[in-house]
């Protein structure tokens, strides 16, 4: 049985589903920097995964934004930490956490009308200030 990474208490994601690849990281660090590839570049294809439903994978899409490419698929980069196994770690967990926020649906708005005071409310305030508007014209001479 392959390991499963936990999201939500109903949903886990298969390890095999994502890919990792490990890359030279960028900016300064020495020698070291030309040698070692630090940088982890996640790659999860979210519209083909069996793991997530339909309606999360377009939410997670959408909130990937430019993380994510025309065929669906993720892209993760991580260079902050100085070895693989941070870098591995950090871009998981950003994974994750996308995941997580794509698997919660949004709410549905329900449409409400103004009470009738409201309604009467809002209609006095215009004439009220219509009023006022009025007796500030140039030329009248009607002031109460």
């Known amino acids: 049985m392959p390991p499963f990474i936990p999201i939500t208490p109903t949903l886990n994601l298969d ?3 994502i890919e990792l690849s490990f890359i030279r990281s960028s900016g300064p ?12 570049q996640l790659r999860f294809n979210a519209r083909r995964s069996p793991s997530l439903s339909n309606a999360v994978a377009v939410r997670l899409i959408n909130l990937a934004g430019k993380r994510a490419t025309n ?4 892209v993760i980069t991580a260079n902050q930490h100085r070895t ?3 870098n591995r770690k950090d871009a998981i967990d ?11 649906a949004p709410k549905k708005r329900v449409k409400t009308k103004p009470s009738k005071s409201a309604k ?9 200030r219509g009023t006022t508007k009025k007796r500030r014209q140039v030329g009248r001479a009607d002031w109460d």
Do not use: D, T
């Open 15 to 17: 390890e095999a589903e």
């Open 29 to 40: 660090g020495g020698q070291n920097v030309n040698k070692v590839s630090s940088a982890v």
């Open 71 to 74: 065929e669906g698929e993720i």
């Open 84 to 86: 693989q196994e941070m």
């Open 94 to 104: 950003r994974l994750v956490e996308l995941i997580r926020q794509a698997s919660i």
């Open 120 to 128: 009467k409310e809002r209609l006095e305030s215009k004439i009220k």
